[in-house]
């Protein structure tokens, strides 16, 4: 981690994306086909407009303080209690968010490539791998990130034109034949994968052009909702909205599903490497966030003493969380958005509310 990082609007458009569809891909369909069955994908574009809300908060407050992350500029608006209050709720919420990501990739990896290796083996290789691109830095992530997409969105052509004649378009109809509520209920997890854009309130003081952080988001979380939304409508294609709704990894086994003679097998791999190097990627981010504003608490001017520490706790945490992957995807499809979205949504949005209350009383005053 250097003292002074700088990204490109282009590459905080990248990193969104990633770290949004990262996980989602594999996850958000089997939890959207389980409360809206063939009309999930509805739920993923409504899920999509918290994040967008997200952004107009976040940024909004970026610009109103320069320089200065959401952990700084809290305790301007609130106070510094009240602002180390928050930080505080940031720095449980990072460490949480980040080590229940490294669970999802490490009993991925298990389940379908390495399943004769601990899960706690594969955790300590991903340990060394993040921690080692925690210490070079953001721009190192994100021009990794960069590479990543080309050769994921190679492997997502590649899979969508093996799976067209397996498609059925008639099993995305009736559309909406049990009503809004559930879509609407079927939105709120996927808002909370959404609404992780939140992270730009940590990572807008390092972007080259920050006044243009808004659209770039925007136009990050409006290409991952629409990527998410086709994933969704790909499964349900393939296998209908029963079968999706209990699959564990629905978007996987579409990919297994492709069998082009007896030649072309094992074509999940394709989908697999880049899947979890857009993971690898995704926890590099939030790792980095969570020693960022672990040292912003703490006043820690050297941040890189504290990537060997954080990501021991990060990494254990990990194992500890879920018992198994069943608890895992149950926690997922009903406690994710629920316990997401009020931090992740509402502490910005009370901070914002509170900093147009003071602008309004010094106008007041003048």
């Given amino acids: 981690m250097r003292d002074r990082e700088v990204i490109s609007g282009r590459q905080l458009v990248l990193l969104v994306f990633t770290f949004i569809i990262a996980t989602g891909t594999l996850f958000v369909p089997a939890i959207v086909a389980q409360?809206?069955?063939?009309?999930?994908?509805?739920?993923?574009?409504?899920?999509?407009?918290?994040?967008?809300?997200?952004?107009?908060?976040?940024?909004?407050?970026?610009?109103?303080?320069?320089?200065?992350?959401?952990m700084e500029y809290s305790e301007t608006i609130l106070g510094k209690w009240a602002g180390k209050v928050v930080g505080l709720i940031f720095i449980f919420f990072y460490l949480h968010l980040t080590s229940i990501v490294v669970r999802e990739i490490s009993s991925t990896i298990q389940g379908t490539l390495l399943q004769n290796m601990q899960l706690e083996i594969i955790t300590l290789i991903m340990f060394f791998a993040c921690a080692y691109s925690v210490k070079l830095g953001l721009e190192t992530i994100t021009r990794a990130n960069v590479l990543n997409l080309v050769v994921t969105f190679i492997a997502i052509f590649i899979v969508l034109l093996l799976l067209i004649k397996d498609m059925n378009p008639e099993m995305l109809t009736p559309f909406l034949s049990n009503g809004m509520m559930p879509v609407l209920k079927g939105a709120v997890s996927p808002a909370g994968w959404f609404c992780e854009v939140v992270s730009i309130a940590f990572i807008m003081p390092f972007v080259n052009k920050p006044e243009e952080t808004k659209?770039?988001?925007?136009?990050?979380i409006i290409w991952?909702?629409?990527?998410?939304?086709?994933?969704?409508?790909?499964?349900?294609m393939v296998?209908?909205?029963?079968?999706?709704?209990?699959?564990?990894?629905?978007?996987?086994?579409?990919?297994?599903?492709?069998?082009?003679?007896?030649?072309?097998?094992r074509v999940e791999i394709i989908f697999l490497i880049p899947w979890i190097v857009s993971n690898y990627i995704k926890i590099s981010v939030f790792y980095y966030i969570s020693v960022l504003i672990i040292s912003k608490w703490f006043n820690i001017e050297n941040t890189r003493v504290l990537v060997i520490p954080v990501g021991l706790?990060?990494?254990?945490?990990?194992?500890?969380?879920?018992?198994?992957?069943?608890?895992?995807?149950?926690?997922l499809t009903n406690v994710w958005g629920i316990y997401s979205l009020p931090i992740e949504l509402g502490i910005p949005a009370i901070l914002l509310a509170v900093e147009l209350k003071r602008k309004k009383g010094r106008k007041a005053k003048e």
């Fill in 215 to 220: 659209r770039n988001a925007i136009v990050a």
């Fill in 224 to 236: 991952a909702a629409v990527t998410l939304a086709f994933m969704s409508m790909l499964v349900t």
């Fill in 35 to 70: 409360k809206a069955m063939q009309d999930g994908w509805l739920s993923v574009l409504i899920g999509g407009s918290a994040g967008v809300v997200v952004v107009f908060i976040v940024t909004t407050l970026g610009t109103r303080f320069p320089g200065k992350s959401l």
């Fill in 239 to 265: 296998f209908g909205p029963q079968l999706s709704s209990v699959l564990s990894f629905p978007t996987l086994e579409a990919v297994r599903y492709i069998n082009v003679g007896q030649y072309v097998q």
């Fill in 313 to 331: 706790v990060i990494f254990s945490l990990s194992l500890a969380l879920f018992k198994s992957n069943v608890d895992l995807g149950l926690f």
